[in-house]
């Protein structure tokens, strides 16, 4: 069996199995779902291994006839956007499993819905089709809907709703899209399909290209979130159970970010420079407004939850800075992201099921009765506020220069969103860990068992591997960043210029020779020079292509 295909259907195949096994047997139902999602995390490893560095195509192809009449094809791939996007979400699948000891009831079903949303997520990831696309994408809504919905806080119901509804007016509008864009490139002479290899390379009118934008940006922006389309996510996250928590912050928001790079700018690159201000601004108002509700949080849920609406603010800054920096920051970020906070939320599920409460109040100093806790507490929270030496500062360091190079006012906007990031994150720890053992209760926890340590040891591995060294990370998704930033700025010097684009896909040589042409200024204002990003003991390229613009 091809592997993407292996890959993306493994766990829902899994889920069919264990719809047979009684409810009875909860153990068998635990081990057998931990068994298929950490054979699926192994296999997905060949993607990494066998990834060839320097390549801008797809990699791991598979293409099969699905629906011919209607231009639908079944068509999978990765490259080095999606690759660590894929593996982020293997790695994560078994963890949670493996963390959703506190799920007691109707843990069969609780099991096939995680299984059945690691398929989904897993295919929104690898899908080259427009229409297989939004088929994973919606298929990821169903399974989220039961977890919050059964297994939730006592507002679940509330949650479950706000959290379907928005992502449900998102993804509408963008179907329309979806429908329109093989229409205006049958229009134009072409084949009807939702190839998205094919239809990044037709032309549309700018005024068109705005209104196809939106509807995309609608529907990623809702899912990232950015503000002001936030207020689903904490509520989300609070009523979520923790294994719920962890996959909606670790995976499901990335689709969001992932969304922009692999939709929203390649196929509207004219829309994409024209809302690129916009975009900015609300991600760089995302940043500070995210960490300033984070400052007065009571619940720690909550204050992980705001911390997360500024930490993805930042991700989309880096990808709408246009340059390989920012860009590659960006993609980095989204793993670092879902690590850091995935770990917070495991470690705030934790504590729940010792304390039965969040509130920061009922702690204190929690660090002398449990160390081991206290100690991978302050890796993980130092890791995402972007300590050096931890994977947090080389993503946010690579975003933060990237956005320097084309808005140095937007940069320095940024970095305060760190701050204020050190300041509610630290003193959450001292106010959690440190100072007077006040509640009796907290003086009778026990540390970490086996099990937990054995979910949280893998994350902290990574957490250290990317912030020492994130070279081998860097180098797989150079050339297609590279690729990327190529064909929008060929496509709007293309369109600038009055001639067609010839709709074909394009090949690895032609994304090579788009990476070394260099032109002095366009009529959009987009200067070409070469990119001085490094990536620890390598650099990538030593000319990557790179996209500046003076003040927008």
């Known amino acids: ?20 096994i009684p409810r009875q047997r909860e153990n068998l139902i635990r081990g057998l779902a931990l068994g298929i999602s950490i054979l699926t995390f192994l296999i997905s490893l060949r993607l990494y291994t066998g990834f060839h560095l320097g ?15 209607l231009g639908i094809g079944y068509k999978l791939g990765v490259d080095g956007i999606s690759l660590f996007l894929v593996l982020l979400t293997t790695f994560l699948m078994p963890i949670v499993v493996l963390a959703s000891n506190g799920i007691q009831h109707r843990v069969k079903e609780y099991m096939v819905a995680m299984l059945v949303l690691g398929t989904g997520m897993i295919g929104v990831f690898v899908a080259l089709d427009l229409v297989l696309f939004y088929v994973f994408w919606e298929a990821t809504l169903i399974p989220m809907y039961f977890i919050i919905g059964i297994w939730g806080g006592p507002r679940r119901v509330y949650a479950t709703i706000k959290f379907v509804l928005f992502t449900m007016a998102g993804s509408l509008l963008m179907l329309v899209a979806i429908i329109a864009l093989p229409l205006l490139h049958a229009q134009g002479g072409g084949a009807f399909t939702f190839d998205l290899t094919i239809l990044m390379n037709i032309e549309i009118r700018t005024e068109i290209q705005v209104w196809l934008f939106l509807a ?34 670790g995976v499901l928001l990335k689709m969001g970010t992932y969304g922009f790079l692999r939709f929203a700018l390649p196929l509207f690159p004219d829309a994409t420079l024209l809302m690129l201000p916009y975009i900015s601004g609300l991600a760089l108002i ?9 400052m007065v949080q009571p619940d720690l849920k909550s204050l ?36 850091s906070t995935g770990a917070l939320f495991l470690l705030v599920g934790m504590i729940y099921e010792r304390r039965h409460t969040r509130m920061i109040v009922d702690f204190g100093g929690l660090y002398r009765r449990i160390p081991l806790f206290g100690g991978i507490f302050i890796v993980v929270t130092l890791s995402s506020i972007g300590l050096p030496g931890l994977n947090g500062f080389v993503g946010e360091f690579l975003i933060l220069l990237g956005t320097f190079r084309v808005q140095p006012v937007f940069g320095i906007a940024a970095v305060t969103g760190i701050i204020w990031a050190a300041w509610y994150m630290l003193a959450m720890l001292r106010r959690v860990l440190f100072g007077p053992l006040v509640h009796q209760e907290n003086a009778e926890l026990s540390d970490l068992n086996r099990t937990e340590r054995a ?10 591997w990317i912030g020492v060294y994130p070279a081998p990370f860097l180098r797989r998704m150079e050339a297609s960043v590279e690729r990327v930033i190529a064909q929008v700025e060929r496509r709007q010097m293309a369109h600038s210029s009055g001639f067609m684009v010839q709709s074909k896909s394009t090949t690895d040589e032609e ?3 788009m990476n070394h042409e ?3 200024l366009n009529p959009r204002g987009i200067v070409h020079e070469p990119s001085t990003m490094k990536t620890g003991p390598s650099s990538m390229n030593p000319e990557p292509l790179t996209l500046n613009r003076g003040r927008r």
Request: glycine content about 10%; proline content about 6%.
């Open 511 to 513: 994304a090579s020779s």
């Open 1 to 20: 069996m091809p592997l993407l295909s292996l890959i993306t259907f493994l766990p829902a195949v899994g889920a069919l199995g264990l719809l047979v």
């Open 55 to 69: 390549s801008a195509g797809m990699q791991f192809a598979e293409e099969a006839e699905w629906i011919p009449s």
């Open 286 to 294: 995302g940043i500070i407004y995210g960490a300033w509700v984070a």
């Open 216 to 249: 995309f940006a609608l529907a990623f922006a809702i899912k990232v979130p950015l503000f002001p389309f936030h207020t689903w996510l904490p509520d989300a996250h609070v009523e979520a159970p923790t294994g719920g928590s962890v996959i909606l912050a």
């Open 518 to 520: 260099r032109s002095t």
């Open 304 to 339: 992980v939850a705001y911390s997360s609406v500024s930490h993805l603010g930042f991700v989309v800054l880096g990808i709408f800075a246009l340059n390989g920096e920012g860009i590659a920051g960006s993609i980095l970020q989204m793993v670092n992201h879902g690590l």
């Open 455 to 464: 979910v949280l040891v893998p994350i902290i591995i990574l957490i250290v």
